[in-house]
């Protein structure tokens, strides 16, 4: 069984869905190749990067500084990250991080015969840190960089203005996206950064966000994979704003064993703190 497939979506643009659990985006320009994301770290990245754009110089962006999307930095010697999540992207996961990633989202996969013996996820050893407006020219194809600090304080999105495409990692989901870490900026914060997300609306045809599912729960307006329609970004700037208001306080949520709250929206959904609204 692969632990990867890769989805073409547009002209020098695929997605590379790893276990189905994860999502990372290849970009491909002139120059240079744009990888957005490394998930768990299973994927060879180098080789299917090459693969689909060529021997060119590959330029690693992590969308945010989690487990399931920077797992294979090592696999590369500098990657860049949202300023405020560089302080976490420099560990090895410790076992029980690993021991809780197996069990949450490599079962399917090793009852399927999957090898994990060669996993090693881990660090670049370069860090460099990104901040808002920084752009990454790949040749023919610029990408804008846009904080968007909510589900952890250095997430970013990316902007491909001409092409009107914007990555937002998991700042925006078809379900309930996690606002609740201890990580996580307050709900407030978040909600500032989602109405900044929601007044591209009118500039961008689509939002390709990292996380992907194909059942009724995950995906109950049945969008394309991999594509969000742009009037997903409003949404979830006026959910949020209504719990930041107290106008809807959710339901009870079991995080891990600790209660906290959920509102879903017309589409997805926040996961909050109600003592971290801001
Ligand atoms: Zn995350
Ligand atoms: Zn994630």
């Given at each position: ?10 002209e ?51 969308s ?50 999957g ?15 990104l ?91 049945h969008?394309p ?18 719990i ?14 600790r209660?906290?709250?959920c ?7 926040m ?8």
């Amino acid at each position: 069984m692969e632990c990867y497939r890769v989805i073409p979506l547009r002209e020098d643009l695929w997605a590379i869905s790893e276990l189905e659990k994860t999502v990372m985006y290849v970009m491909n320009g002139r120059d240079r190749a744009l990888l957005f994301d490394t998930g768990f770290g299973l994927t060879p990245l180098r080789g299917v990067v090459s693969e689909l754009c060529g021997e060119k110089p590959i330029v690693v962006v992590n969308s945010h500084a989690h487990i399931d999307h920077h797992s294979g930095n090592n696999q590369f010697e500098t990657v860049h990250v949202g300023r405020f999540d560089e302080p976490a992207s420099h560990g090895w996961p410790s076992a029980e991080e690993c021991a809780r990633v197996r069990e949450m989202n490599f079962s399917d996969y090793l009852a399927a015969g999957g090898d994990l013996s060669g996993w090693r996820p881990g660090p670049a050893r370069r860090v460099c840190v990104l901040q808002d407006g920084d752009v990454i020219d790949l040749g023919g194809m610029t990408l804008r960089v846009l904080e968007a600090p909510g589900h952890t304080p250095g997430s970013i999105a990316l902007l491909e203005e001409s092409r009107r495409w914007l990555f937002t990692g998991d700042l925006i989901l078809t379900w309930e996206v996690w606002g609740q870490l201890a990580e996580s900026t307050a709900l407030r914060v978040y909600w500032q950064s989602l109405q900044r997300l929601a007044q591209l609306e009118r500039r961008v045809d689509t939002v390709f966000p990292s996380h992907w599912g194909e059942n009724e729960r995950d995906n109950p307006l049945h969008f394309p994979s991999f594509e969000l329609p742009p009037e997903i970004l409003p949404i979830y700037a006026e959910g949020t704003g209504r719990i930041v208001e107290g106008l809807d306080k959710g339901e009870p949520y079991d995080f891990w064993g600790r209660e906290v709250r959920c509102q879903r929206f017309q589409i997805g959904g926040m996961v909050f703190d109600p003592h971290r609204i801001g």
